[in-house]
């Protein structure tokens, strides 16, 4: 267990509806990532945090912003939902200095209808 | 190139086989591949990892193999179990020092009792 905490665990909304998703941490780590899960594509970047205040874009983020005002919580935000971003969503946190190893939350399951 | 492809895309095992699958990559500059594990509903969580400066690492029934000049390495589980049933990603490390991650696309194994 790395302490990490999604929420909300499940979601369902509206196309163009706002939605923010909350990953917190327990331990302190310094960089975060979101990653978008869907079948045939693995796992892929949205984004990720390597400090409070510090964010940057990975492979997937059109669409997607992130905030991360706290060392512990890291929110990624779609400002308006798209069918497209249906997918299944991962906090992971770097947890081993050296090696940068991940570790995952258990994932938000969105749904845009 | 960032890819990271992943084959096969699904593994059928009798109980107590050998089950394997392959990943290859493309940027040489990748310096750390581990292996993940996922079950349905969960996060993926990692299961062995590898450095491109040793040919091989067991731990327990999983052995990593990688070929530093053919830009390959491949998970082997040993006497499979159907407690192995699950989704395995590889990955590799983005050297830019940010401990980002690319994914293959995932192999779902299922192994039969």
């Known amino acids: 267990d790395a302490g990490i905490t999604q929420s909300p665990r499940h979601k369902v909304t509206e196309t163009g509806t706002p939605v923010t998703l909350r990953c917190h941490q327990t331990e302190n780590h310094r960089y975060m990532y979101w990653y978008r899960q869907d079948p045939g594509h693995g796992l892929r970047l949205i984004h990720y945090s390597y400090g409070v205040k510090d964010t940057d874009k990975g492979e997937v983020s059109d669409g997607y912003s992130v905030s991360r005002s706290k060392t512990e919580d890291f929110l990624l935000t779609l400002e308006s939902a798209t069918s497209s971003q249906t997918s299944v969503y991962f906090c992971?946190?770097?947890?081993?200095?050296?090696?940068?190893?991940?570790?995952f939350g258990e994932g938000s399951r969105l749904t845009v209808l | 190139q960032q890819q990271v492809k992943q084959s096969p895309q699904s593994l059928i095992v009798q109980k107590g086989g050998i089950s394997i699958i392959n990943c290859a990559y493309e940027?040489?500059?990748?310096?750390?591949f581990p292996w993940y594990q996922q079950f349905p509903g969960k996060g993926p969580a990692l299961l062995i990892a590898i450095r491109p400066d040793v040919s091989e690492k067991k731990e327990g029934r999983f052995t990593i193999s990688f070929n530093k000049s053919a830009k390959q390495f491949s998970l082997h589980i040993m006497d499979s179990q159907p407690g192995d049933s699950a989704t395995y990603f590889c990955a590799a490390s983005d050297p830019s020092g940010t401990y980002k991650y690319i994914f293959g696309t995932g192999t779902r194994l299922k192994v039969l009792a």
């Open positions: 940027n040489t500059a990748f310096d750390y």
């Open positions: 992971a946190i770097s947890r081993v200095k050296n090696t940068g190893e991940l570790f």
